[in-house]
């Protein structure tokens, strides 16, 4: 499959589990990220066709960085994580650009499911 995927959170783990996911299931992962600041960086020089980004981190929050991506290509195709309970963030996420959120702690099953649309 030749969607090419990056990971933006602060967490190391959470970026190796969301890598270890994809890789297994045939999805290219082409750069990861630790803060908005980075994301915004990376994605230039990289042209994700779709990036999986956190709300919560350092430096900038995957909020800032959507509504900053958006703002360099109107297409980027963004996907926000959340833990439960972040309604209003999410919300915050979808009027800044995202298209779609996923919930921690990952399941497997639903992170395959939200990224295949994007096929
Ligand atoms: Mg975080």
């Known amino acids: 499959m030749s969607l090419k ?8 783990i959470v ?3 969301l890598r270890d996911i994809l890789t297994k299931n045939n999805f290219d992962v082409v750069g990861e990220a630790q803060d908005g600041q980075e994301a915004i960086k990376k994605f230039v020089n990289l042209k ?8 919560t981190m350092p430096v ?9 991506i958006k703002k360099i290509d109107p297409e980027a195709k963004i996907l926000i ?29 639903s992170v395959l499911e ?3 649309k994007y096929l």
């Open 114 to 116: 939200k990224v295949s």
């Open 15 to 17: 970026r190796t589990t």
């Open 5 to 12: 995927i990056m990971l933006v959170d602060d967490a190391a």
């Open 48 to 55: 994700p066709d779709l990036v999986i980004m956190d709300i």
């Open 81 to 109: 994580c959340s833990v439960l309970g972040q309604k209003r963030m999410i919300l915050d996420a979808f009027m800044a650009g995202a298209e779609d959120f996923l919930v921690k702690p990952f399941k497997k099953e």
């Open 60 to 68: 900038m929050n995957g909020i800032e960085a959507t509504r900053e």
